[in-house]
Structures are given as structure tokens and as C-alpha cells.
């Protein structure tokens, strides 16, 4: 079992910037793959940003040049780093565990609680 624990949420300013984190715990040595998704009110849960255990990333359209993932795999932890944020990226940003299948992340039913990023105007 894996716990994720989000944090680094909040209300900024269009244009301003956020930094989430997620720390995993329990049996991290299995954790291959991190990603962080979303989901806005009224909307389905969308994909953000993957990172591998080496490093690689993948990001969605609407968020590339802007947000930025990392790990620290000796923390067991994960960022993604939000940049020039604009009032559609409002939502709550949540964690998740995953692996790789012909180099496509599928998520595993490992998610932390979420934290809310809010993008005013």
C-alpha cells in the first residue's frame, strides 16, 4: 500500500505561480511511475503531468512551456511546479501512482486527497 499526501494548494493571481508537492509513504520502493491530475467542477479528472522513476515527463497540451514535474525519489516525493497560471487551470490537483505500458502512463487506484489550486482573475 501507498499513501499520497498532497499539499502547496491555494488562491493566486492570474499570471502568478503555485508549487504542489506529494509525499508518498508505505511500500514506496514499488513506485515506478508519479503523475499529478486534475479535475475542475463539472468536469472529468484530466491527466497533467507524468515523470518515470529516471526521469522522463510528459505533460498535456494545455499545460506545456507553463508547468514543470520533478521527483525526489530519495524523498519519495513529487512537485509540479505551476507557471504563468491562468483562471481555466482552477481545479483540484491530485497525485497518483502509475506505470508504464509501451511508454504510456496508466494510473493505479492510488490517490492522495487532492489540493485545491484556485485561479482568480
Known amino acids: 500500500q501507498v499513501q499520497l499526501v498532497e499539499s502547496g494548494g491555494g488562491l493566486v493571481q492570474a499570471g502568478g505561480s503555485l508549487r504542489l508537492s506529494c509525499a508518498a509513504s508505505?511500500?514506496?520502493?514499488?513506485?515506478?511511475?508519479m503523475g499529478w491530475y486534475r479535475q475542475a467542477p463539472g468536469k472529468q479528472r484530466e491527466l497533467v503531468a507524468t515523470?518515470?522513476?529516471?526521469?522522463?515527463?510528459d505533460y498535456a497540451d494545455s499545460v506545456k512551456a507553463r508547468f514543470t514535474i520533478s521527483r525526489d525519489n530519495a524523498k519519495n516525493t513529487v512537485y509540479l511546479q505551476m507557471n504563468s497560471l491562468k483562471p481555466e487551470d482552477t481545479a483540484v490537483y491530485y497525485c497518483?501512482?502509475?506505470?508504464?505500458?509501451?511508454?504510456?502512463?496508466?494510473?493505479?487506484?492510488?490517490w492522495g486527497k487532492g489540493t485545491q489550486v484556485t485561479v482568480s482573475t
Open positions: 497518483n501512482i502509475g506505470y508504464y505500458k509501451a511508454y504510456a502512463y496508466y494510473a493505479m487506484d492510488y
Open positions: 508505505g511500500s514506496t520502493f514499488s513506485i515506478i511511475g
Open positions: 515523470i518515470s522513476r529516471i526521469g522522463i515527463t
